[in-house]
Nanobody
Framework: VQLQASGGGLVQAGGSLRLSCAFS????????LGWFRQAPGKEREFAAA????????RYADSVKGRFSISRDNAKNTVYLQMNSLKSEDTAVYYC???????????????WGQGTQVTVSS
């Protein structure tokens, strides 16, 4: 499995960004997908996850109500729509994949490279 994240950048507080992650190498709709983030000096943390069908999602409390994860199984891509961004959302964001929905939010088998999101206050 290969995962390629994109869409990061610099945005003002209160603004929005949409991250994308292109999946290849296996059958996309057999995998649950997730997003994690790592802020400077902090450990990587879970942000959002979506099941293989898209019917189930889960979010970290810190992003609930502001971030939305979705997937397009025709395009083999998972998205993270981030609204009402705060300075504390500044981090490198990573996409991840696992065949097990529970595992994708804790210890996914596959990781993509990160994309930097910087929120200026």
């Amino acid at each position: 499995v290969q995962l390629q994240a994109s869409g990061g950048g610099l945005v003002q507080a209160g603004g929005s960004l949409r991250l994308s992650c292109a999946f290849s190498g296996r059958t996309f709709d057999s995998y649950a997908l997730g997003w994690f983030r790592q802020a400077p000096g902090k450990e990587r943390e879970f942000a959002a996850a979506i099941s293989w069908s898209g019917g189930s999602t889960r979010y970290a409390d810190s992003v609930k109500g502001r971030f939305s994860i979705s997937r397009d199984n025709a395009k083999n891509t998972v998205y993270l729509q981030m609204n009402s961004l705060k300075s504390e959302d500044t981090a490198v964001y990573y996409c991840a994949a696992d065949e097990r929905y529970r595992a994708v939010a804790t210890a996914p088998d596959y990781w993509g490279q990160g994309t930097q999101v910087t929120v200026s206050s």
